[in-house]
């Protein structure tokens, strides 16, 4: 009886153990940078985004999501002022492509923050894109700031999405990251 009694003790005590240490009980979610070279040539233009991976520790439920800030549609409007945006993904073929900056943390309110600015920027009335003033850049700098990034829109890196990242990643030293 006692020695049923202790394999039932050690038995939940191991398996308590294993669920304290499962990646469900420990998953975050995680936000990534990305940005993307682009070329005039094949019709992509630079460009970064975000990427959120993992599991919100209160509901448990998976989150595999990217969103990129754009112009609706390229041309000769985009340099002359505002115009019409879309809040788009990228298929993962796409992801794997680009450059992978660096990777934080996010609480679960952090990642609700994050979908709520998501769900305002896509949801702004009238033409939102504007090359200058909200892009891409402009959207994502938001995205890190809601992480508690350190950002700052250099007027000469606003078309450099790449060379941008790189900037915030030397202004967050404790990112860990090195420049790409």
Known sequence: MR???FLRL???IVAAAVLAWSPAATAKVTMSFH???GSVLFGRYPHTFIVLEGTEEA???RVSENYGFSAKSAGPAVL???V???VMTEKPKYIKTTNRHFTVELTDAEYRRVVQEVARWRDAPGRYYDLDTRNCIH???K???????RVEFPKSMLRKPKAWLNHVTGLNPGLRAKPI
């Open 139 to 141: 959207f994502v700098g």
């Open 3 to 5: 020695r049923t009694l």
């Open 143 to 149: 995205m890190a700031e809601i992480a508690g990034l």
């Open 10 to 12: 050690w038995a939940t």
């Open 84 to 86: 019409e945006h879309i």
């Open 59 to 61: 509901t448990g439920r």
């Open 80 to 82: 002359n002022g505002p």
């Open 35 to 37: 940005s993307f070279n």
